[in-house]
Every structure is written in structure tokens, then in C-alpha cells.
């Protein structure tokens, strides 16, 4: 823990103010305030950033093109162990800690769980003292910000870097790395050895960023270091004797700029959705060789032997966007290094390993060959090897001739991103149970039989640092009360609280802080949208990316349904609701956005029509992200996790609901199924088609939306709702939902799951009813939510993936 006092704090934040502001204290605005307080922090551990690790510690990089990061302050101060005299010496000087918290801007480098994932893995890594750094891009501007005009989705390019920079960030010119796009490749034989002659090539310069990875009270400091793309600087002159003279006309030198900084301007703002763009492409090649050539660069600093790099380091790929790892790692071991074919695809092997997080189909990655051809010349050739040599290997196993085509990493005309990164890494893993098994018996079937070794599984976790301790101070203190503070470090020790399982005073005061929970989010609805909720409600949330899969339609469907019994019998008895929405679509993304709109229509309609009496109320909360998340999962009673079964590979909001004491309300989909495991059966509320069902509807047909729609009064009430003109105001989007739901028989389930779903919310209903036995379900919840902690995760990353058979490591 960092040492500090009041006395010299105070000291060290007036002189900061001086040196960066000229001014005192009491002329600053917040902003400015909050870049002296981060500065000051910034001195407190810049000794440790340097020297934390010894050298003989092999060292983990984790490759990432998305890192949702949040607000870092009251996460540092935590972790330093520090909030406490930060807060009182700030106090003294009259500054409110809470306002410089909220001042903070909210790095959305990412699009939901997958980059959230990686952000919580890093807290993680530093937490149990692995040396794991990051590498991603600086994205200029990150996720859109949403705004609601009428109803619709209106996308506002995102400006997280406008206060001058990043607090957190330091930049390190001295350790700018070029990479090489487009030219020509030659191979000359020298001697009976091949040299690689890259000419005209397009030299971009990476500028790293970093960014302090604090650990929990370990002094441990790891980085993410993150890229942006820009022109090279004049400094480079030897590298660049074979560069494409870009700088003869201005207008060359301009188009070249703008080439240059295209590449680090934007996040993709897809979410388990690829779209193919060759942006996109130069994007994922732009920091994954600035960020192979770094870890190269350090590691011959070193002076250690090339050919045991995978003993002193391991590459982890988030999904196949940095997949051409692989490659690289290949080029500069193979042209560089001037190893031979067999030396360095056994180092690459060795080092490098890969996490799939989806199996749906419009996600997987493909390249056209021409692009990457054109892109990346020598690359291509290298891939091309990989290629030639794995369909030798599995032609000599006799495998027939489709099996090769669909194992291939090239076929006719694309790259296959999963399948280079199977062939080129020691470990592929699934992201939970479920979905480990449909990777090995559908998806990947052909290379699980093939390799059974390489797959393994590794539930997501998350970070119960931020998403219980720092969210939810109350609840964090009062288990610490019950159980002392061990669990923070050791999560299951959670359990222990099932001992007060019917301790009346513990499930009272469980209740009470989730009701001042949901009172301070009732106040930000009431404060933001005008719209009063009641904290006595049921508070039911789905807030996660909007797509198809995740069944938004199927909660608002419900709600339609039970505000057609209200209408129907006003003494209709139940609990009164509120139900709460947050969710991105992705720009391009239709129904998705006539699914927002179609919500914003019935939230309308519903909040505003007195005959219900309060009974339902709907609040769509613009603009879902980390800082949002952070109010309002604590507040939930209710946590929707309602995916079509087999489509959701694992889920990570689902986890942090659970562990802040939220009822499950889920299929047996992704890690649904281990919440399940952990709570038992009577601790959760499940519905919905299982996995065989869905898999067999999808391989043999059999399902027909129409047939239900016709059979059944209920779902057809509903139904047609979306183009009667019963709710106002959406007669567009209503038809294409309408569409995608009987014309297109219902791709993911909905009207199918329908009844079910309606029954096991009436059991919600039910359950509420009696608060006791509601708060014990609570407290169990939060007891077994332990083995969800990202801390699991990256021990067991670290104990089969990254330091396998090594020793002295962990
Ligand atoms: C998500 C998965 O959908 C989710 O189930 C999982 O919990 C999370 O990853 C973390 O493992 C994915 N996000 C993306 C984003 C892109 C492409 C594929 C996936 S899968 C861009």
C-alpha cells in the first residue's frame, strides 16, 4: 500500500496546483482539480511503474483491440488503499472527492463484454502480482455516445480525450515503433539464405500511450499501452531507405497524414459483428506488430536467447482480431532473427494463445486473400506457408477432401482468422462451460478431434473490486462487517455468509441497502427523464448491447402482455415494476434500432396512461456504459439474462448483478448455467428452450412462429400490437420487428420462449411478495458469487495457459 499522510498530501496537491496552473486552489474548476489530484497520484507510484518486476518472471501480454476501461480514479485510489486520506485531505481544502470522481472521463474503448472482459483482466493480473500488460489502440473517439430524439437512436461521436489528453496516460516517444503497410516483398537468395527485401512499403508510426494498471494493495503496477497512429517523424530516417517517398507534393504529404491517422480515429462500434472493412484490418495489423516488435524489442534488451522466448513470455489473443500475431511473430523470427521455418513456428506455437468468445457465424472473422495480398505482402506469404504446411498435415492423416476445405486456413477466397488462430497457438479456450462444449462438439469439432489437447475451458469473470467493493460500498462493508476483510482478496470466502441465511437482522439490512440503491437511481431517473419510479417496485433490468439474440423484444413483449391484463382486469393482482432498459445498437444495425424505438414507444404509452395506476413503469436509460452500469446494477432486484439458449457464449453482466444480490431471471445459456450451479435451483428462475432444443430446431427445422402466432391468443394479442397502431408513433419500425418475427419464423426463439418466460416472471412475482425470503435469496447469491471474480479466471489462465510447466511464477 502506498504510504502517505494528510499533512503531506495537502503539501504535494498545493505545489502541483502552482506548478501546473499557476493558481491556487480556489480559482480551479473541477477539471482542473482532477488533473493536479491524478498528477498527484501519478508521483505517488511512478517509482514502482518502473521498477516493479523482476526480470526472472516470464511476463504476459495481452492482446486486445477493445479495453473498456471506466473511470480509473476511485478504482486507483482503492487499489493504492488510499481513498480514505485522499478524501479527508481534499475535505480539509474544501474539494469534494465524489465531484473529481465524476469528472473523470469514461475511456469507452470498447463495445461491451469482450472489452469490459479485458479490462477487468487487467485489474486482475495485477491484483494476484502476474506481470500482464496490455497492448490495444488509442482510439480517438470510442463508442458513440447515444442520445434519444423522439424515440430513435441518434449516434454523437465520443470525445473522451477533449480535456487535454487523458489524466491517466503518459506518452513515450522514445518508444515509437514503425509499421510497415502496402510495397512489395522480394525474396533474395543470398548465399543459399532467403533475405526478404520489403520495398514501397507505407511506414506508420505507433506513438504508445500507457496507461498504469494498479494492483490491490500489492504495490504491483503493470501497463496498458495503448497505440496511435501517426505519421513518421523525421527522426526515423535510417528505417526508412525502402519507404515509399511519400512527401514529393504536398498534397502526397497530406493524403499520407491522413492515411496515418485514419487508422487509430475510431472504434468499430460492432458488437459480436464483423463487417469486413479494410480499415478495420489495418487497424488490427497496426497494433499487433508495434506491439510484437515491442515485446522483441524489450526482450533483446535483455540480452536473452531468441529461441526461448516462449519460456520468458506468453501472448494472449482476445478473439481473432490480433490473430495476425501469429504471422508477425512469424516475419521478424523468421527475417529478422533469421531463424529457420521449424525453429520459429515452435517458438510461436509455444507462446501464443487464443480465446474464442462467440461461435455465432456473423461474427467470425474472414479476410479476402486480395485485401490482405495487397495490405500486408509478406504477411500474406507467411499465412500462405502456415497454410500449405497444415493441409499437407492433415492430407497425410487421410482426412477427406471437406473436412480439409473446412480446416483450411485459406479457402477460395478468404482468410479463415479462427482457423489461423487454432493452427497457431498451444491453447484455445471457450468462455464458459456451454460454450467450451459447443466449440469442441459443433463449431470446432473438426479441430477438437484433431487436437484435443489444445481446448480447454476458462469462465469469464469480473473485477469484484469495482463491480461490489467500489459500487457498492454499503453492501462491501456490511459483509466485511459479518465476515472480516479476507474475502476481498479471496472471494470465496464469500461463502461464509450463508450462515446468516436466516438471520433476520442480515436479510433486513440486505433489504435496506438495496432499497437506498435503488432510491439513488430513482433519483437520477427522476432528475434525468422526469419520470418518477417507485423504489418499492420490483426494479427488473436489461442492460447489455441490443441485438437479436439477447431478446430485448422478448421483455418488451411482456410487457405489453401484462399491461393488456392490467387493462383487461385493473385489479389484476401484482407487485408493482419497474422495468429498466439501457443498450447501444450498433449504427448499422436495423432492427436493432426499431427495437429501441419500439421500446421508447411502449414506455411512452405505459408511463403516461393513468388507468394502470403506477403498476408498470418503463425507463429506457440513455446511453449504457461503465459509469451507468456502476449505479445501476446495484439498484437491480431483477437480472434479465434471456438470450436464445447456445447464442450467448458466456455473459458478464449476468455476474455482477448476481454478486450485487440480484435474482436471476435466464436461460440455460452461456455462464447462466454455472450462476445455476452455484445457487441451486431455488436461488434463480429459469425458462426457455434448452440447448438440444434450439440445436435441433436449427439442424431439422420443425419450428413455425406462424402456427404459434394463429394457436395462441396471447402471443398473437401482442403480435399484432406492433402494426395496429395501438402503440403510437412506430408504424415502420413495428412492421419490421412484425417481419422479423412471423415472415421470418422468429430466428431466435422469442415467440417460442414466450409463455414460459411469461410464467417464470409471474413466479418473479410471486417470490417478491415475501421480502424474507427475497433478501435470503439475495444473500445466497452473493455467497456463491465468489468463484466469479476475474481473480479466478486469470489464476487459472495463468495456471494452464500462461505458465504451464513453469515454475516459481505464480
Ligand atoms: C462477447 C460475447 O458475446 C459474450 O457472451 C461474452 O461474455 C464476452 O464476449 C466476453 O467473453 C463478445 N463480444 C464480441 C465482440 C466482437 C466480436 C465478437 C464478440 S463475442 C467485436
Aim: glycine share 6%; hydrophobic share 35%; charged share 25%.
Amino acid at each position: 500500500m502506498a504510504k502517505i499522510n494528510k499533512n503531506k498530501f495537502k503539501q504535494s496537491f498545493e505545489t502541483k496546483m502552482y506548478s501546473l496552473y499557476a493558481q491556487s486552489i480556489n480559482d480551479a474548476t473541477d477539471e482542473q482539480l482532477l488533473n493536479v489530484l491524478c498528477s498527484v497520484i501519478k508521483d505517488i507510484i511512478s517509482k514502482k511503474w518502473v521498477d516493479n518486476k523482476l526480470d526472472s518472471q516470464k511476463e504476459v501480454y495481452y492482446f486486445s483491440i477493445e479495453f473498456l476501461l471506466g473511470r480509473q480514479l476511485k478504482s486507483n485510489l482503492l487499489n493504492l488503499g488510499i481513498e480514505n486520506v485522499v478524501r479527508e485531505s481534499l475535505k480539509e481544502l474544501n474539494i469534494d472527492l465524489d465531484n473529481l470522481i465524476n469528472a473523470e472521463s469514461d475511456p469507452a474503448l470498447g463495445n461491451g463484454g469482450l472489452g469490459r472482459l479485458a479490462a477487468c483482466f487487467l485489474d486482475s493480473m495485477a491484483s494476484l502480482n502476474i506481470s500482464g500488460h496490455g497492448y490495444g489502440i488509442r482510439y480517438k473517439h470510442g463508442l458513440f455516445e447515444q442520445k434519444f430524439i423522439n424515440g430513435y437512436q441518434v449516434e454523437v461521436p465520443d470525445n473522451w480525450l477533449t480535456q487535454g489528453g487523458y489524466v491517466w496516460e503518459t506518452v513515450r516517444p522514445n518508444k515509437a515503433i514503425v509499421v510497415k503497410f502496402e510495397g512489395n516483398v522480394n525474396l533474395i537468395d543470398k548465399n543459399g539464405r532467403l533475405e526478404v527485401n520489403h520495398t514501397d512499403y507505407l511506414p506508420i508510426m505507433a506513438m504508445p500511450y500507457d496507461i498504469p494498471i494498479i494492483g490491490y494493495g500489492n504495490n504491483s503496477i503493470n501497463t496498458l499501452r495503448l497505440f496511435k497512429s501517426e505519421v513518421l517523424s523525421r527522426d526515423f530516417g535510417p528505417l526508412t531507405v525502402n519507404a515509399r517517398n511519400s512527401y514529393g507534393s504536398y498534397e502526397d504529404a497530406l493524403k499520407y497524414k491522413y492515411y496515418a491517422e485514419e487508422i487509430s480515429q475510431v472504434l468499430y462500434p460492432n458488437d459480436s459483428n464483423y463487417a469486413g472493412r479494410l480499415l478495420r484490418l489495418k487497424q488490427e495489423y497496426f497494433f499487433v506488430s508495434a506491439g510484437i516488435q515491442d515485446i522483441i524489442r524489450k526482450y533483446k534488451k535483455k540480452k536473452l536467447d531468441i529461441k526461448k522466448l516462449n519460456e520468458k513470455v506468453a501472448i494472449h489473443i482476445n478473439d481473432t482480431h490480433p490473430t495476425l500475431c501469429i504471422p508477425e511473430l512469424m516475419r521478424i523470427l523468421l527475417d529478422e532473427e533469421g531463424l529457420s521455418w521449424d525453429e520459429a513456428w515452435d517458438i510461436t506455437i509455444n507462446t501464443i494463445s487464443y480465446t474464442n468468445h462467440t461461435i455465432m457465424t456473423e461474427a467470425m472473422e474472414r479476410w479476402p486473400k486480395e485485401m490482405v495480398k495487397r495490405l500486408l505482402p509478406r504477411i500474406y506469404m507467411i499465412i500462405e506457408e502456415i497454410n500449405k504446411r497444415y493441409v499437407n498435415e492433415l492430407e497425410e492423416r487421410k482426412y477427406d477432401h471437406e473436412k480439409i476445405y473446412r480446416m483450411s486456413i485459406i479457402d477460395n477466397n478468404d482468410i479463415k482468422m479462427a482457423n489461423l488462430s487454432i493452427v497457431g497457438s498451444h491453447s484455445v479456450n471457450g468462455v464458459a462451460k456451454l460454450h467450451t462444449e459447443l466449440l469442441k462438439k459443433e463449431v470446432l469439432k473438426d479441430f477438437y478431434e484433431h487436437e484435443p489437447e489444445k481446448f480447454n475451458n476458462k469462465t469469464n469473470g469480473i473485477a469484484h473490486r469495482r463491480w461490489l467493493i467500489s459500487a457498492n460500498s454499503e453492501l462491501s462493508d456490511l459483509i466485511t462487517g459479518l465476515i472480516s476483510e479476507d474475502w476481498k482478496t479471496d472471494t470465496n470466502k464469500l461463502k461464509e455468509l450463508e450462515i446468516y441465511r436466516n438471520n433476520k437482522d442480515v436479510l433486513e439490512k440486505i433489504g435496506e441497502i438495496k432499497y437506498s440503491n435503488k432510491e439513488r437511481l430513482a433519483k437520477f431517473i427522476k432528475e434525468k427523464y422526469d419520470i418518477d419510479v417507485n423504489p418499492n417496485s420490483i426494479f427488473d433490468v436489461q442492460v447489455k448491447r441490443l441485438h437479436a439474440y439477447k431478446r430485448q423484444l422478448l421483455n418488451a413483449l411482456h410487457i405489453l402482455h401484462l399491461y393488456h391484463e392490467l387493462l383487461e382486469n385493473p385489479n389484476f393482482d401484482m407487485e408493482p415494476r419497474t422495468f429498466i432498459f439501457g443498450a447501444k445498437a450498433a449504427p448499422g444495425y436495423y432492427l436493432a434500432k426499431c427495437i429501441i424505438k419500439f421500446i421508447n414507444s411502449l414506455a411512452d404509452k405505459i408511463n403516461n396512461d393513468p388507468r394502470i395506476d403506477n403498476k408498470i413503469k418503463v425507463v429506457f436509460i440513455e446511453n449504457y456504459g461503465v459509469s451507468i452500469a456502476e449505479l445501476i446494477i446495484p439498484a437491480a432486484d431483477v437480472s434479465e439474462q434471456i438470450s436464445t439458449t447456445t447464442k450467448e457464449a458466456s455473459g458478464t453482466g449476468n455476474m455482477k448483478f448476481m454478486m450485487n444480490g440480484a435474482i436471476t431471471l435466464a436461460t440455460l445459456d452461456g455462464a447462466n448455467i454455472e450462476i445455476f450451479d452455484q445457487v441451486g435451483k431455488d436461488n434463480i428462475v429459469i425458462f426457455g428452450l434448452s440447448a438440444n432444443e434450439v440445436l435441433n430446431y436449427n439442424k431439422f427445422g420443425g419450428y413455425s412462429a406462424l402456427d404459434l402466432y394463429n394457436s395462441n391468443r396471447n402471443i398473437k394479442r401482442v403480435v399484432d400490437d406492433l402494426i395496429n397502431g395501438f402503440i403510437p408513433n412506430m408504424e415502420k419500425e413495428g412492421r419490421e420487428i412484425y417481419d422479423s418475427l412471423i415472415t421470418y419464423n422468429d430466428e431466435y426463439f422469442v415467440l417460442r420462449d414466450i409463455e414460459n418466460y411469461i410464467e417464470a416472471q409471474e413466479k418473479i412475482d410471486k417470490l417478491y411478495k415475501n421480502k424474507d425470503k427475497w433478501n435470503e435469496m439475495a444473500l445466497i447469491n452473493i455467497a456463491n458469487s465468489g468463484v466469479f471474480s476475474s481473480d479466478r479466471t486469470i489464476a487459472e489462465y495463468a495456471h494452464d495457459i500462461w505458465f504451464k510447466g513453469c515454475e516459481g511464477n505464480e
